[in-house]
Structures are given as C-alpha cells and as structure tokens.
T-cell receptor, first 114, second 112 residues
Framework: DQQVKQNSPSLSVQEGRISILNCDYTNSMFDYFLWYKKYPAEGPTFLISISSIKDKNEDGRFTVFLNKSAKHLSLHIVPSQPGDSAVYFCAAGLRGTSYGKLTFGQGTILTVHP | NAGVTQTPKFRILKIGQSMTLQCTQDMNHNYMYWYRQDPGMGLKLIYYSVGAGITDKGEVPNGYNVSRSTTEDFPLRLELAAPSQTSVYFC???????????FGEGSWLTVV
C-alpha cells in the first residue's frame, strides 16, 4: 500500500517556463510534507516543506501548495533552470517522536531544456 | 563542512557474507536514520534512532541490525547478505522534531 504517490515518472520543461510536480497521499494523519531534490550519485537534499496547517509555502523560485481535502500537494518551480534537472521526491511524515520517519513517493525526473 | 558521511560508497558482497555500513554526522543531531532506495522506487526507512542507546525499526528492518553507542555514529549491519538487499543505502540525521533532515551521499551495495 503506497501511501505517497508521484504518478508522473518524468517531466520535461523548457528553460524559463514553470515546472509543476505533483504528489498524492492517502494517510490523513500526515502532518508535514517535504520536497527533496536528488542528483545522480548524491544523497537527497532538502528543498522546501509545508505543514498541514498551511496551504502554501514559498521559497524563492519554489512554491509548494497543499490541498488537504484532495490529499494532494504540488511543487511549482518558476522560472525553471537547466540546473533544476534532477529527481524530485515528495515525502510525508508525522511530528513528535516519529519525526524523520518519512514516507517517500517514487520520484519524478525533471528535465529542463535550455 | 562534512555533515553526514557514509562509508563505503560502493561494495560488492557475496550471498551469505556480512558487512557494516558506517555513518557518522558532525552536526550533533539526536535523530539518525537509515533508508534504502531500490531502482524506480522511493526511499524506505530501515531503522532509526532518537538518541544514543535508542533504536527502533522502520518499514523494512528484516536482515539488518543497528546500534547507536554515540551521538555521532549509527552503523548499519547486514547479516547473511541476500540479493534482495542490493540497493542504495542512505544515512540521514536531524536535530529533532521540526528540523531539516540531512542525507549522506549514499552507499551502493550489490549482493551477488
């Protein structure tokens, strides 16, 4: 039972345009969500997070939107740059002593073309 | 500026062999984790620790053991390696609830 799903294995975008990566979850107990970026042969690096009490969080070119009723979150990258080409994972977790016990999606490969 | 350091980066094991993946962090984080990533899949939690002397199972603990004798180190032991343990292993740490989780660069393990 996959509790966090990224249904698009890949996304291709032109430089300067918007990239929208999507993620769905099934467990209503999740109370925070994160996006990680991963380059080949490297570990995931934290990008942006959002608490379940918010519906939007912005950090520079990156914005995460959370729709709790739909159990859906998305990451918007505007404008997209070739250096953004990587695998993007969404992850969900619970606070308290369970913090860091993240449930990850399968990842979406983003390719930004110059 | 080390962060989370894992060794070895690559290893080939024969079926039935044992080995230890080392992980150390220099950020004085209480929480440490081991995840594995299979091809085309997300990361799955193997074991985690909320402090020295305290460990607990994650989602996929079978075939692994951990210990946490110091704040800095969190080794992962594979006993009787099996082909199903061929994967990329990531160690991670965080300062506690609400803090960013930092990952190491990964250890590629192949069991043949």
């Amino acid at each position: 039972d996959q509790q966090v799903k990224q249904n698009s294995p890949s996304l291709s975008v032109q430089e300067g345009r918007i990239s929208i990566l999507n993620c769905d979850y099934t467990n209503s107990m999740f109370d925070y969500f994160l996006w990680y970026k991963k380059y080949p042969a490297e570990g995931p690096t934290f990008l942006i997070s959002i608490s379940s009490i918010k519906d939007k969080n912005e950090d520079g070119r990156f914005t995460v939107f959370l729709n709790k009723s739909a159990k859906h979150l998305s990451l918007h990258i505007v404008p997209s740059q070739p250096g953004d080409s990587a695998v993007y994972f969404c992850a969900a977790g619970l606070r308290g002593t369970s913090y860091g016990k993240l449930t990850f999606g399968q990842g979406t490969i983003l390719t930004v073309h110059p | 500026n080390a962060g989370v350091t894992q060794t070895p980066k690559f290893r080939i094991l024969k079926i039935g062999q044992s080995m230890t993946l080392q992980c150390t962090q220099d950020m004085n984080h209480n929480y440490m984790y081991w995840y594995r990533q299979d091809p085309g899949m997300g990361l799955k939690l193997i074991y985690y620790s909320v402090g020295a002397g305290i460990t607990d199972k994650g989602e996929v603990p079978n075939g692994y053991n951990v210990s946490r004798s110091t704040t800095e180190d969190f080794p992962l032991r594979l006993e009787l390696a099996a082909p199903s343990q061929t994967s990329v292993y990531f160690c991670a740490s965080s300062g506690g609830s609400g803090n960013t989780i930092y990952f190491g660069e990964g250890s590629w393990l192949t069991v043949v």
